[in-house]
C-alpha cells in the first residue's frame, strides 16, 4: 500500500467518531495492548501482518469475500459496483432478478460492509470503498486465484519471453529493452510487462483461448476455480505454438500457463478471472448454511440434559472425595500419569475420555489443584468444600462455565503429541489457543438450529467453516467434534439438542450468547426461559435426592435413586459402590467398616446411622459384621518410638511377634503390653493391617488419632477464562479511546525544530547557571543554554525545562522539537531567551 494511502486511511480514521473507534477497539481489542500514542500509532498498527490476520481469522465467508472482491479492483469501488460483482456469484437460479434473493444480498452487504469499516478492514465512503493498508497483501493470493502474470513469468529470461510474445502476437522483430512504457505492443517495453498486459486484455484472452483443444480448455476449467497450480513434468520445456501437442504444451506456448518450477505450473490471474466471466467467486452464498438434523421434544432433551447434569456432578464430587483420601501423584513433567487415570476410571466406572473430562473440568473450575511441585499429589482444594455445600444446579452452572472457557482440550487426553509421547491429563501440553472460542462458536451453532432440532455433525462442521473458513480446518473441526460429544456428557446438550440451561450458559460468553436464531420460547419447566439464570432452568428438572436405602441380608444397601449429598458421602466411607444403573448397589465389607471407624465413628453411630437411613430393618448379619469389626477395631495402638505398638492383650501382641512377616518392623518388647519399631507410624499402621490386624493410631498424649478424608487439601484458585471468551471490558475501551484522542492532539499541535540562536554561547557559573534552572522550572520559563555535545563543542539550545535530578535536566528541546535529558556539568551557562 502506497504511503499516500495509507496517509488516507489515518486521516479517515481520525475523522471517525469515539463510538467508531470504541467499536472498532471492542472488534480488535489488540489494537489496544498496549494503548497506542495517537491515532497515527492506532493506524499503523491496525495495518501490521499479525492484526490484520487476526481480525480476518473473525470474519465469515460473505466478509471474507467482499474483502477479495475490493482488494482485486484497481481503485476505489462505489457500493452499487461491488454488489452488482457478488450478484453475479450468487448460485445458478437465485441471482440478483430474484426479489427473494436480492433482498438477502442487500442484506447480507450492508452487514458486511459495515462490519468491515467497523473493524477498518476498509474505509471510505460508499461511494468509493477502498481496503484498508495490509489487507491486500494479508489476502494474497485471494478467491482461490494465483499470482499475476507478471509473478507467474518472473523468472523467466527476456529471451525466451521474446519468443512467447512473438508466438502471441505473431511479431517475430522484438527486442528486449527496458523503458517505462506500457503499451503492450511497444518494443521498448520489458518482455514480462508487455506479456501482463497483452493477458489483461479479454480480445487476446478470447482468441488464445479459442485456438486451443478442447482438452487444454478442459485444463483451464478446472484451474480456473482453483487451485490453480499444478504439476508437470518438464514444465521449463521450450514449446512453440506451432510445435505443441498437448494440452498442456498449447497452453504453455500461448501464455496461458506458467512456469513456476521445474514441475510446477501456474494459471495467471488474469486468464482466471477472465475464464470465471466477470465472477470473483464460484456459488457466493450471503447466509450461512442450513443446519440440517433431527427433530425432537425440547422438553425431552432437557430432561434428558438434567440427568447428564446430575451424574456429571455427582461423578465430581465423587472423583474430589477419591482423591482426598487417594491422592494421584504429580509427574515430573506435570500432569497426571496414565496409570492413574486408568485406576480412576476402573472406579468411577467411566470410559477414560469421560474421566479425562471429569478431571479436567474440576481442575478449570479451581476443585483439584497440584499439592508442591516437587513430589506433589493432586488433592481436592479448599474451594471443593464450599462447592459440595451449594446447591446442585448453583455447582453444574460453575463446572459448565468452567469447561466452556477453559483453553484446554480433554478430548486430546491418551493422543500423541509432535515428539509421539502420550499426552496425560492435566499436562499443560493439553491447552489450546482456539479451544474457547471453538467451543463456544459450536455451542452457539446448536442455539442457531432452534428448539428441539439435533444438527448432524457434518452440518454443524459445515457452518463453522462458513463462519472461520480462514481458521486451520483439522484443527478446527476436531476441536468442534470434541465440544459435541463434552457438550452431551456435561448436560449442556441432550439428545444432541441444546438444553435450555446450557442457552442460558451461553448468555455469560458474548457475543456468543444469546445465540442467533429463533429464540427459545420455552423454558423448562413450560414458562419462558428467557432472561434466566442456567441454575434456575435447570433446578426443575433435576430429579429429587433421597435419603432411605434398601439394607439386604446380603450386607449391601441398594439406592433408589440418587442421594443426598450427606448420606452419599456416608455411604462412600462406610461401603464400597458394586454397582452403577438405576440403581447403585453398595457393599459393606470388613475394609469398608474399618474404613469408618478410622474416620471417627463408633459402632453405635454407624449402626444408628443405618437404622436412621434404612427403608427396611438393619439385616441382622450387618449388624455382627460392624459390632465384630469394632470389637477388634484399636485393640492395638501404634505410637511414635520411632514407633511403637501397645495393646492391653499380651497374646496379641506375642502373636505379632511371632508372625514372619513383621521381622521387617525391626520390632522390640517394651514391655508385656508394648513393643518399639523404628519404623514410621504410618508405615507401621499400613504393615499391621496387611497382617490382617486393626490398628488405630494415637497421639503422643494417647488420644486416638483420626484420620478424615476431607482434612486433605491444597491450595489453588480457578483458572481465568481464555481471552476468546468474552470482549475487553467497555471502561478500559472508552479509556483507551480518550487516551488515543488526548495524545493525538498533542501530536498534530506539536512544534517543529526551531533555529538556535545566533551570537556567542552563554557561559555563567555553575551555582547561577543551577539556581536559574530552578527558577525557570518554578516560573515555566524557556530559557538558552550553551551545551557540550559527545565530541565537545559547544550547541546554543532553547528548553522548557521540566524538572532536574541525579545531576541531569530533563526538557523540552525546541531545537530538536523532543523530549531530552541533559547532564548538569555539560552544561556552560544560560541566558534569558529575547
Not at 557561559?763 to 534552572?773: D, F, V
Amino acid at each position: 500500500m502506497s504511503e499516500g494511502m495509507d496517509g488516507d486511511f489515518t486521516a479517515w480514521l481520525r475523522g471517525r467518531a469515539d463510538e467508531q473507534l470504541r467499536a472498532l477497539v471492542t472488534a480488535r481489542p489488540e489494537l489496544i495492548m498496549p494503548v497506542p500514542p495517537h491515532v497515527e500509532g492506532l493506524a499503523a498498527r491496525a495495518g501490521t501482518p499479525s492484526a490484520v490476520g487476526r481480525a480476518l481469522d473473525r470474519l465469515d465467508r460473505f466478509s471474507l469475500s467482499v474483502a477479495e472482491t475490493l482488494i482485486l479492483q484497481p481503485g476505489p469501488l462505489a457500493y452499487a459496483e461491488l454488489r452488482s460483482i457478488l450478484a453475479r456469484a450468487l448460485p445458478h437460479g437465485s441471482r440478483a432478478s430474484d426479489k427473494r434473493y436480492a433482498a438477502e444480498l442487500d442484506t447480507a452487504l450492508r452487514e458486511a460492509v459495515d462490519r468491515l469499516r467497523t473493524a477498518c478492514l476498509i474505509f471510505g465512503p460508499d461511494d468509493a470503498l477502498l481496503p484498508a493498508p495490509g489487507v491486500k497483501e494479508a489476502l494474497d493470493p485471494p478467491a482461490g486465484l494465483g499470482p499475476p502474470a507478471t509473478d507467474v513469468f518472473r523468472h523467466h529470461s527476456p529471451e525466451s519471453l521474446t519468443i512467447l510474445l512473438a508466438d502471441i502476437t505473431g511479431i517475430a522483430d522484438i527486442a528486449p529493452a527496458a523503458t517505462d512504457a506500457t503499451d503492450a505492443t511497444d518494443p521498448a517495453v520489458p518482455p514480462g510487462r508487455r506479456l501482463a498486459a497483452l493477458l489483461a486484455d479479454p480480445a487476446t484472452l478470447g482468441r488464445l483461448i479459442g485456438e486451443v483443444s478442447p482438452q487444454a480448455r478442459a485444463a483451464l476449467d478446472e484451474l480456473a476455480w482453483g487451485p490453480p497450480s499444478g504439476r508437470v513434468a518438464g514444465a521449463r520445456r521450450e514449446v512453440r505454438t506451432a510445435t505443441a501437442r498437448s494440452p498442456v504444451e498449447q497452453l504453455l506456448a500461448r501464455g496461458l500457463l506458467g512456469a513456476t518450477g521445474e514441475e510446477t505450473v501456474a494459471l495467471p490471474r488474469e486468464v482466471a478471472l477472465y475464464l470465471r466471466a466477470g465472477r470473483v467467486h464460484r456459488d457466493l452464498s450471503p447466509g450461512p448454511p442450513e443446519l440440517d438434523g433431527v427433530a425432537r421434544d425440547q422438553t425431552l432433551a432437557d430432561r434428558t440434559a438434567a440427568g447428564q447434569a446430575f451424574t456429571f456432578v455427582r461423578t465430581v464430587e465423587e472423583l474430589c472425595e477419591l482423591w482426598s483420601h487417594d491422592p494421584p501423584g504429580v509427574l515430573r513433567a506435570g500432569g497426571l500419569a496414565v496409570r492413574d487415570l486408568k485406576r480412576t476410571a476402573q472406579i468411577l466406572d467411566l470410559p477414560e475420555w469421560a474421566t479425562g473430562l471429569v478431571v479436567e473440568v474440576a481442575h478449570a473450575a479451581g476443585l483439584v489443584a497440584s499439592g508442591g511441585s516437587v513430589d506433589g499429589e493432586w488433592l481436592p482444594t479448599a474451594a471443593y468444600d464450599a462447592w459440595r455445600l451449594k446447591a446442585t444446579e448453583d455447582r453444574w452452572t460453575l463446572l459448565a462455565s468452567a469447561w466452556a472457557g477453559m483453553d484446554r482440550a480433554p478430548g486430546l487426553i491418551g493422543e500423541r503429541d509432535d515428539r509421539d509421547r502420550p499426552i496425560n491429563a492435566l499436562h499443560p501440553d493439553l491447552r489450546r489457543s482456539a479451544a474457547s472460542e471453538v467451543r463456544l462458536r459450536t455451542l452457539s451453532v446448536l442455539g442457531a438450529a432452534g428448539p428441539g432440532i439435533a444438527p448432524t455433525p457434518a452440518s454443524v462442521i459445515g457452518r463453522l467453516a462458513w463462519e472461520q473458513p480462514r481458521r486451520r480446518v483439522a484443527h478446527r473441526d476436531r476441536l468442534a467434534e470434541l465440544t459435541l460429544r463434552e457438550a452431551e456428557h456435561l448436560g449442556v446438550t441432550g439428545l444432541g439438542v441444546l438444553s435450555g440451561h446450557g442457552r442460558a450458559l451461553l448468555r455469560a460468553f458474548p457475543p456468543y450468547g444469546p445465540p442467533s436464531g429463533p429464540p427459545y420460547g420455552q423454558g423448562a419447566g413450560g414458562g419462558g426461559g428467557a432472561g434466566k439464570a442456567p441454575a434456575e432452568l435447570l433446578a426443575p428438572l433435576l430429579p429429587e435426592p433421597v435419603d432411605k436405602v434398601l439394607l439386604q441380608a446380603d450386607l449391601t444397601a441398594v439406592a433408589p435413586g440418587p442421594l443426598t449429598s450427606d448420606l452419599g458421602r456416608w455411604l462412600a466411607l462406610a461401603a464400597d459402590v458394586e454397582s452403577k444403573g438405576g440403581a447403585t448397589v453398595y457393599r459393606f465389607g470388613e475394609g469398608s467398616i474399618r474404613r469408618a471407624l478410622d474416620a471417627g465413628q463408633s459402632a453405635d453411630e454407624l449402626l444408628t446411622m443405618l437404622e436412621r437411613h434404612s427403608a427396611t430393618p438393619v439385616p441382622q448379619p450387618l449388624r455382627y459384621l460392624v459390632t465384630d469389626v469394632a470389637r477388634r477395631h484399636g485393640r492395638i495402638r501404634v505410637g511414635t518410638a520411632s514407633a511403637y505398638i501397645r495393646c492391653d492383650d499380651p497374646a496379641v501382641l506375642d502373636e505379632v511377634v511371632a508372625d514372619r512377616r513383621a521381622s521387617v518392623l525391626r520390632l522390640r518388647r517394651l514391655a508385656p503390653t508394648v513393643l518399639a519399631s523404628k519404623t514410621s507410624r504410618a508405615t507401621l499402621v499400613d504393615a499391621l493391617r496387611a497382617m490382617g490386624y486393626s490398628p488405630v493410631a494415637e497421639s503422643l498424649e494417647g488420644d486416638v488419632l483420626v484420620s478424615r478424608a476431607d482434612t486433605r487439601r491444597t491450595e489453588g484458585q480457578p483458572l481465568a477464562r481464555g481471552g476468546t471468551a468474552t470482549g475487553p471490558d467497555p471502561d478500559m475501551v472508552a479509556a483507551a479511546v480518550r487516551a488515543i484522542r488526548a495524545g493525538d492532539d498533542a501530536h498534530l499541535a506539536r512544534r517543529g525544530p526551531s533555529d538556535a540562536p545566533r551570537g556567542q554561547v552563554p557561559r555563567s557559573p555553575s551555582t547561577a547557571t543551577i539556581s536559574a534552572l530552578q527558577e525557570a522550572i518554578r516560573q515555566g520559563a524557556r530559557v538558552w543554554i550553551g551545551y557540550l555535545d559527545s565530541q565537545g563543542h559547544a550547541t546554543s539550545r532553547i528548553l522548557e525545562p521540566a524538572r532536574m535530578e541525579g545531576g541531569y535536566l530533563t526538557a523540552y528541546d525546541e531545537t530538536r522539537a523532543a523530549v531530552h535529558r541533559f547532564a548538569l556539568h555539560r552544561i556552560t551557562g544560560i541566558a534569558d531567551v529575547n
